[in-house]
């Protein structure tokens, strides 16, 4: 699976596009006198009412066509935590997060495999066939390498006939291993509980240290993977 540099570097150049954009329009509100917190309960009230069936009905979906996995990761503590708690809202976060990894496979080896593999091309990647003996590195590398968006990452190991087990597996716990930092760290925050968000940025950056060592060592391993690639 060789990279196409310039698609790469477009996906890159749109990456950091969006967070200056963010960049800027939170230093804009600040400047014009914008309660920031305030704004941040108001959204996640809204989100909140709308119920979880919906919220995380539309989890099991929406990732599969492209949405952020992190539009559901970073909101959904904030605005269930008092309801749900915190492991009442990561069973369900799992859950969700299951459905779609089972729903985005089934769309990429069956259902919308054309439109599935258009995707993937203009996202930069061509569509290697891999032998089941690097079915786990290639899901672990995929699954722990910068690059593409989480939906892209799925089409990539569904289009690449990875046993769905090892697919299933492999992506459900190291997702769930960063939402759960996430989880920690949005609902810590909301509640102004700094200790806790410590705790959950420390788990962010841990989970990303291993994740780095675990991609060099298997990059080291003769595979299947070009060791130029760039997939996340």
């Known amino acids: ?6 698609a790469v570097n477009r996906g890159w150049m749109l990456k950091l596009g969006v967070l200056g954009a ?11 006198g914008v309660d920031i917190k305030a ?7 809204i989100i909140g009412s709308a119920g979880p069936w919906v919220f995380f009905g539309a989890m099991t979906v929406l990732p599969a066509f492209g949405f952020p996995l992190l539009g559901f990761a970073i909101p959904v503590g904030p605005a269930f935590g008092a309801q749900m708690g915190t492991g009442g809202v990561l069973a369900a976060y799992g859950a969700a997060l299951a459905v779609n990894l089972a729903l985005t496979y089934w769309m990429a080896r069956y259902a919308v495999r054309p439109l599935a593999e258009r995707l993937v091309i203009r996202a930069g990647y061509k ?17 722990i390498t910068p690059g593409p968006p ?3 990452q799925s089409y990539l190991l569904g289009l690449g006939n990875v046993a769905f087990l090892t697919y299933m597996w492999v992506s459900w716990i190291i ?4 939402a759960v930092g996430i989880v920690v760290f949005g609902e810590a925050i909301i509640h102004g509980r700094s ?21 060099r060592r298997l990059r080291r391993r003769p595979s299947a993977l070009d060791s130029r690639n760039k997939t996340g």
Do not use: D
């Open 22 to 32: 963010a960049v800027l329009g939170v230093a804009f509100l600040l400047l014009r």
């Open 195 to 215: 200790g806790t968000a410590a705790m959950g940025v420390c788990l962010l950056v841990a989970v990303g240290l291993v994740a780095n060592l675990a991609r």
């Open 1 to 6: 699976m060789q990279e196409v540099k310039p």
């Open 150 to 152: 989480y939906c892209v």
């Open 39 to 45: 704004l941040i309960v108001a959204v996640m009230a």
């Open 127 to 143: 569509i290697p066939q891999f032998e089941p003996s690097e079915h786990l590195q290639v899901a672990l590398l995929v699954r």
């Open 175 to 178: 997702m769930m291993l960063y």
